[in-house]
């Protein structure tokens, strides 16, 4: 079965520094993936996506991530962070091969990010 | 900028008792979802809904809840009989496409069973 992997609970960050989450899957086909944030009382939030094509992917307010299909990850960076990008960033995988999966996404269990001024 | 909304923001139920949770995906969507996000917890799948019919539900999604799309706009969760467990945010979402296009989501809605 599919699944998402965010090994870290939190990640603190003074602001200014670069800022990575990290998010590795598994799936049984090709992946989707998908970063959302979500901010305290609020929706989530899309960020980015790798479907295809460069494993380098850019996304709203700066974060960029990197698809690395030996290593099954897809971590999200930014080379200079803020301390408004404080928030809950979710990892999430579509598995082209489950099955007939109509496309519901698969989250990780999120990861806090707290930048620091 | 298009969007999905949710209707109300916030509901508290007695246990026991019926619950309809709204949503007005985005309107040349397709593709309808509702997810879960129990306080503290990752943020689960409940079910996708294409062409008037559910597409996919997970094991969550058993016969306590039904999914509706009652005219061209709207799309509803019910939750009959509502447990304390059913406590969470559900969030409604919508996609053009079911593969290669991001879902949107709603705000949520925080279901509070007492």
């Known amino acids: 079965a599919q699944s998402v992997a965010q090994p870290e609970d939190q990640v603190n960050v003074a602001e200014g520094n670069p800022l990575t989450v990290k998010c590795t899957y598994s799936?049984?086909?090709?992946?989707?993936l998908f970063w959302y944030v979500q901010y305290p009382n609020r929706g989530l939030q899309f960020l980015l996506k790798?479907?295809?094509?460069?494993?380098l992917v850019k996304g709203s307010y700066g974060f960029e991530a990197e698809f690395n299909k030996s290593q099954t990850s897809f971590h999200l960076k930014k080379p200079s962070a803020l301390v408004s990008d404080s928030a809950l960033y979710f990892c999430a995988v579509r598995d082209l091969w489950d099955g007939g999966s109509q496309g519901n996404l698969i989250f990780g269990k999120g990861t806090k990010l707290s930048v620091k001024p | 900028e298009p969007e999905v909304t949710q209707t109300p923001s916030h509901q508290v139920t007695q246990m026991g008792q019926e619950v309809i949770l709204r949503c007005v995906p985005i309107s040349n969507h397709l593709y309808f979802y509702w997810y879960r996000q129990i306080l503290g917890q990752k943020v689960e799948f409940l079910v996708s809904f294409y062409n008037n019919e559910i597409s996919e539900k997970s094991e969550i999604f058993d016969d306590q809840f039904s999914v509706e799309r009652p005219d061209g706009s709207n799309f509803t969760l019910k939750i009959r009989s509502t447990k304390l467990e059913d406590s969470a945010m559900y969030f409604c979402a919508s996609s053009a496409d079911s593969w290669n296009t991001e879902a949107f989501f709603g705000q949520g809605t925080r279901l509070t069973v007492v």
């Open positions: 790798y479907i295809t094509g460069d494993n």
């Open positions: 799936v049984s086909g090709n992946p989707y």
